[in-house]
């Protein structure tokens, strides 16, 4: 099941423009269910640069397309906010690169 990540940055001069992004997208674009299940919710972290927020979704099965639909659609709240960037790679389970490769997973203890 491929895993969404998103990672944001922004500069502190930003933070309200946002925030405010943040809560209009909420509202807007409620969670739909059934779709994703949060790895990492939302962890933020800054430093002299500015902002950084990441968060991981792992997609249900079959649920790859309209996970990321979703996401792109709730991301592109903050277009309008200078200087506010963000990447949406999607990441594999190591049990999908894996099977990718031709390999299985060793067993764990």
Do not use: C
Not at 8 to 34: D, F, I, M, N
Not at 58 to 84: C, L, V, W
């Amino acid at each position: 099941m491929p895993i969404i990540v998103i990672d944001t940055h922004y500069p502190p001069s930003k933070y309200q423009e946002v925030l405010e992004a943040w809560l209009g997208a909420l509202e807007k674009y409620p969670r739909p269910e059934g779709v994703f299940t949060p790895l990492v919710e939302t962890a933020v972290s800054s430093n002299q640069d500015g902002f950084r927020v990441f968060s991981a979704y792992q997609t249900n099965p079959g649920k790859y397309e309209e996970a990321r639909a979703y996401s792109a659609k709730f991301m592109a709240s903050f277009f309008h906010i200078e200087d506010y960037f963000y990447e949406m790679p999607t990441w594999s389970t190591i049990e999908e690169a894996m099977e990718s490769i031709g390999a299985k997973m060793p067993e764990r203890e």
